[in-house]
């Protein structure tokens, strides 16, 4: 977090600007007496919106990005009314460009907004943090939440689960690369050692086809677990494919039952298993002849 710092030297946003690209997440509050041209410069390098003049007037947020990942998942009701901040000066920034903004005031103007740079994210706050010129520290509904997740984002979030026989390369959050750190996988499947390589600041584990079950694995190095993998196998093995109908009448010793609804075709299943039963005619065939006898005694005259 970068706050009360009145001007940014270039060495320092340089280092910032690195800092980001390779996965870090800055939150700045620039302060009411801040060196707009200092500053300017230093956004300017992610590219950030610009800061506009100071100014001494009391604006309301009124709207939060639930959409985005800082604030998605965070409140179980969506439709409640929310405490959300009130800052008493800011510096209006600039709308447009690549930020998306998370707080935004009545007029539409972020209050917070989001640059993601790299591997990393930049998120700047048009108002300065002490108390007097905004309450967003003492909104805890809003300000914990907000710096645990941006804590844990990322520019390129990881894959939740990584599927098996298909990603054969998975990145670490390690930094750096050492011939004598053994990295090892460990996981239901047993335990093996990954290739090792290093591609720009970042480790990457090759896995060639060495993960032969679904489930988590741990990053183990010198037997301490510094971070874990999900995989799951492939969804397109079940990916069931039928058989037509006409391609089954085709198929030797098939019969292709065909009826319009279920009563009709355990009817016909039936028939097929028992044959057809005879007793139903020979019934009928004893009450005709029994009318027939009886018309007779009383018709027939000898």
Do not use: C, H
Not at 207 to 221: K, N, T
Not at 240 to 251: I, M
Not at 267 to 281: H, V
């Amino acid at each position: 977090m970068l706050t009360e710092l009145s001007s940014v030297p270039s060495g320092l946003a340089e280092q910032l600007r690195q800092y980001v690209r390779e996965g870090g997440n800055l939150l700045v509050f620039p302060p009411a007496e801040a060196d707009l041209t200092s500053y300017q410069s230093f956004l300017g390098g992610f590219p950030a919106p610009t800061l506009q003049p100071f100014q001494e007037q009391e604006r309301e947020v009124s709207g939060l990005n639930e959409e985005e990942f800082i604030f998605r998942d965070i409140f179980e009701q969506t439709q409640r009314a929310r405490n959300l901040p009130v800052t008493q000066g800011n510096f209006p920034l600039s709308r447009g460009g690549r930020q998306e903004a998370l707080l935004t005031y009545r007029d539409g103007g972020p209050a917070i907004s989001k640059v993601t740079t790299g591997e990393g994210n930049l998120y700047l706050s048009s108002a300065p943090l002490p108390s007097r010129y905004s309450n967003l520290v003492t909104n805890a509904e809003i300000f914990i939440p907000m710096l645990y997740k941006m804590g844990i984002s990322s520019g390129q979030r990881r894959p939740l689960a990584y599927t098996i026989g298909r990603d054969e390369v998975v990145q670490t959050g390690r930094r750096q690369a050492s011939a004598e750190l053994v990295y090892k996988l460990r996981g239901p499947g047993g335990e093996f050692i990954p290739q090792q390589r290093t591609v720009g600041n970042r480790v990457v584990l090759g896995l060639s086809g060495q993960v032969p079950e679904a489930g988590v694995y741990d990053l183990v190095i010198d037997e301490e677990v510094v971070e874990s993998f999900a995989f799951n196998y492939d969804r397109r093995e079940s990916d069931l494919q039928y058989t037509s109908a006409a391609e089954l009448a085709d198929l030797p010793n098939v019969t292709v039952l065909d009826a319009a609804s279920q009563a009709s075709l355990l009817s016909e299943i039936r028939e097929r298993n028992e044959g057809r039963p005879l007793w139903q005619y020979f019934i009928w065939a004893t009450l005709a002849f029994l009318l027939a006898e009886a018309l007779v005694l009383r018709f027939w005259r000898v």
